[in-house]
Antibody
Framework: QVQLMESGGGVVQPGRSLRLSCVASGFTFSNYAMHWVRQAPGKGLEWVAVIWFDGSNKYYADSVKGRLTISRDNSKNTVYLQMISLRVEDTAVYYC?????????????????WGQGTLVTVSS | QSALTQPASVSGSPGQSITISCTGTSSDVGSFNLVSWYQQYPGKAPKPLIYEVSKRPSGVSNRFSGSKSGNTASLTISGLQAEDEADYYCCSYAGGSSMVFGGGTKLTVL
């Protein structure tokens, strides 16, 4: 079945870096755009970034531009989120999610399915 | 990009119907039929409920339905059940290759 499995979370000091990974299985990974969405403790969901199916386009939320970088390796069925200059406010569960295409459009800007999430805690 | 506006909480009794609103602007909800809804239990990943305003993924109960009028989208849950108690989030494409979520609504089944 379709599965997404995140890893790489942990506790990190402010200003440090971390790379999250999300391994996909059960579908042709290279056919789908992929998103990262985060959720701070006790808060709502926040869209973070998207990468096109072939990696040709990447877009970010204003709150993370310049500090978070999304990438993918289609040979490994994996999408990454490189995070630098981490801040306390980056503390959250980070979910990867597959984009759900809309009709004949390759991009649907909706998420199905989601991974189980990985917790990133930024604290001194 | 400002978050979409959802009521912080709604409640209903078993068997009743409830509606959760999701208000955006003419730049997001009002411009695109790319509104989706997600259900989330505490400590769990969100689960897709509705996509493209009113379509249900395979396996989602037909008690869940979505609609949109102008800048406001709505999720209706009919025949409320105890298992529906969860948080619900709306989401919309916001143009310019960005997306925006609602703040979330906590549903309590009385």
């Amino acid at each position: 079945q379709v599965q997404l499995m995140e890893s790489g979370g942990g506790v990190v000091q402010p200003g440090r870096s971390l790379r999250l990974s999300c391994v996909a299985s059960g579908f042709t990974f290279s056919n789908y755009a992929m998103h990262w969405v985060r959720q701070a403790p006790g808060k709502g969901l926040e869209w973070v970034a998207v990468i096109w199916f072939d990696g040709s386009n990447k877009y970010y939320a204003d709150s993370v531009k310049g500090r978070l970088t999304i990438s993918r390796d289609n040979s490994k069925n994996t999408v990454y989120l490189q995070m630098i200059s981490l801040r306390v406010e980056d503390t959250a569960v980070y979910y990867c999610a597959r984009d759900l295409p809309s009709g004949t459009n390759l991009m649907g800007w909706q998420f199905d399915p989601w991974g189980q999430g990985t917790l990133v805690t930024v604290s001194s | 990009q400002s978050a979409l506006t959802q009521p912080a909480s709604v409640s209903g009794s078993p068997g009743q119907s409830i509606t959760i609103s999701c208000t955006g602007t003419s730049s997001d909800v009002g411009s695109f039929n790319l509104v989706s809804w997600y259900q989330q239990y505490p400590g769990k990943a969100p689960k897709p409920l509705i996509y493209e305003v009113s379509k249900r993924p395979s396996g989602v109960s037909n008690r869940f339905s979505g609609s949109k009028s102008g800048n406001t989208a709505s999720l209706t849950i009919s025949g409320l059940q105890a298992e529906d108690e969860a948080d619900y989030y709306c989401c919309s494409y916001a143009g310019g290759s960005s997306m925006v979520f609602g703040g979330g609504t906590k549903l309590t089944v009385l």
